[in-house]
Each structure stands twice: as C-alpha cells, then as structure tokens.
C-alpha cells in the first residue's frame, strides 16, 4: 500500500476542503472501489483498490466515517460494499 497516498488522501479530503466537498459529492455516484480510484487518479492520487480496501478496513476508517467530510464518506462507501 502507498502509505504516503492514504495519508496525503486523508489529509486532503478531511474537513473543509475543496477535494472534500468533491470528494463527499462524488461518493454518491460510485458503484465500486474501481470508481472511486479512477476519482482519485483524475485528482492526481495514486491509490489502487487494495490499498482503499486496506484503508477502510483499518481501525481508523471507524472513527471517520462519523465525519461528514469527503475522506469520512469514501470509507463509509468502501467499508459498506
């Protein structure tokens, strides 16, 4: 896993941020892993579907999916389907 890439998702789409907002919107639209990956690589976030598996399964994804912010509703996607 690209630990670097979570991390600089993670602090990029929490809180009130532009890719946030995008980020919460988008998840709406999302019928796999697969589509958010390409999401993110159309935002420059080199993240595979491992990797968001990985992230959402770590015990971290819990407590963000309680946040309405674009990293918060991808986990609750992730962890959901």
């Known amino acids: 896993m690209s630990r670097t890439e979570m991390d600089r ?4 789409a ?3 941020t ?3 907002a995008v980020l919460a ?8 892993a697969e589509d958010a990956v390409r999401f993110l690589a159309s935002r420059g976030f080199g993240v595979t579907r491992a990797d968001l598996s990985a992230a ?3 015990s971290d ?6 946040d309405g912010d674009g990293y918060g509703c991808l986990m609750r996607f992730l962890r959901r389907s």
């Open 61 to 66: 994804a819990a407590a963000a999916e309680a």
């Open 9 to 12: 998702l993670r602090a990029d």
């Open 18 to 20: 532009g890719l946030s």
């Open 56 to 58: 959402a399964e770590d």
């Open 25 to 32: 919107q988008a998840v709406g639209d999302f019928s796999t």
């Open 14 to 16: 929490s809180g009130n």
